[in-house]
């Protein structure tokens, strides 16, 4: 079969390699859509991964084609979805079913082979069904939009909450999708991008709502529009240090602040700042991927009646779609910034 196959750090190679042996329990799935996460190119320019070579790729979707020993045949011929970490099962948050928090983990695309791929070899107890209406675009989305509806509901944003968004990349956008879904009306979101805006714009947020921060004071901004209080929830999707410090400044007394954005470097808050989270009773939270057990109630099963529902619509992100072989241009796309883009997606 085709794939890219990661060998060292900013060598990564369309080859043909050995179809996956399948494991006792796994399906073969072959891959319809898969998209770029920004994880991604730092992984393949920049870190490297866990152990070369290695075929990157966990947001993905296709058919099942092949059930390996002690794996369902009735999954053959079926169109999935794949929750890309693999839990150990055993150690104590995977005994809490919490296995986003698992402490000896594996994962599709980064310590095993993933979806930049023909085929990939993916335990059973890893795919979900796609119902009829769900395309394979959107089922490879499923991922990000897990991680975001993930934030949001341990964030429990509802009601009427004022919301913050600061940084529109992939998950403040899905973000925004959702809280919009969730029938939140008084969503604030920052961004620096002209691009960023009109993909808001087009998702249905009034101008009124966006900041745009290189030309705006974000403190006053906000405050001129909450009565002075500022945001009852604030996600911060960026990671660095002033995005932090503007999310203590803005939030609101007795306030929750979700901490979404991975850190680019250490963090240092000013004591004056430090204050705020004591004297404004903050609360300030942690999320990390997302929530899949089986269960009605798990991030991926909100996430997919939504999408069987239509009632949001991911496919509107997509800005490239490019064949197997065409995807190191997105790589580049991607690592250069050389066009706008929110997602970049390998189709077949
Ligand atoms: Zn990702
Ligand atoms: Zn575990």
């Known amino acids: ?26 399906v073969l799935v072959q891959v319809k859509a898969v998209g770029i996460c920004g994880s991604d190119i730092p992984r393949i320019y920049q870190n490297g991964t866990y152990r070369h070579p290695l075929i990157p790729g966990h947001e993905f979707s296709g058919v099942a084609v092949k059930s390996g020993s002690a794996a369902d045949t009735a999954l053959e011929g079926q169109r999935v979805g794949v929750f890309p970490l693999i839990p150990c099962k055993e150690c104590p948050p995977c005994r809490k079913k919490q296995y986003e928090m698992c402490r000896n983990y ?26 009829d209406h769900v395309s394979f675009e959107a089922a490879a989305m499923l991922e990000p939009m897990a991680v975001a ?126 204050w705020k989270i004591l004297r404004n009773q903050l609360t300030v939270m942690g999320t990390w991927n997302s929530s899949f057990t089986h269960e009605m109630s798990d991030d991926w099963n909100y996430v997919m009646e939504r999408l069987a529902q239509k009632s949001v619509v991911p496919e509107d992100l997509i800005t490239h779609r490019l064949s197997l072989e065409q995807m190191e241009q997105g790589f580049r796309i991607m690592r250069d910034k050389t066009e706008d883009y929110v997602k970049i997606m390998m189709l077949r």
């Open 149 to 274: 509806v993930h934030a949001m509901r341990r964030v429990k944003a509802g009601g009427s909450d004022r919301i913050a968004i600061c940084g529109v990349g992939t998950i403040g956008l899905l973000l925004y999708l959702f809280l919009k879904e969730a029938g939140m009306e008084q969503v604030y979101v920052f961004g620096n991008k002209d691009f960023q805006k009109q993909t808001l714009l087009k998702l249905g947020l009034r101008e009124e709502f966006y900041c745009d921060i290189r030309e705006n004071d974000t403190d006053q901004w906000l405050m001129e529009r909450t009565e002075g209080v500022g945001a009852d929830v604030f996600f911060e999707c960026v990671g660095r240090n002033e995005t932090l410090v503007q999310a203590l400044n803005q939030t609101a007394f007795g306030g929750r602040i979700m901490l979404v954005g991975n850190p680019f470097g250490d963090v240092n808050l000013e004591k004056s700042v430090y």
């Open 106 to 131: 594996s994962y599709l695309g980064s310590r095993r082979d993933g979806g930049f791929a023909e085929y990939v070899a993916v335990p059973e107890e890893n795919l979900v069904r796609l119902p």
């Open 1 to 26: 079969m085709k794939a890219w196959v990661l060998h060292n750090i900013s060598d990564i190679r369309l080859e043909d390699v050995e179809e996956p042996v399948l494991q006792e329990g796994e």
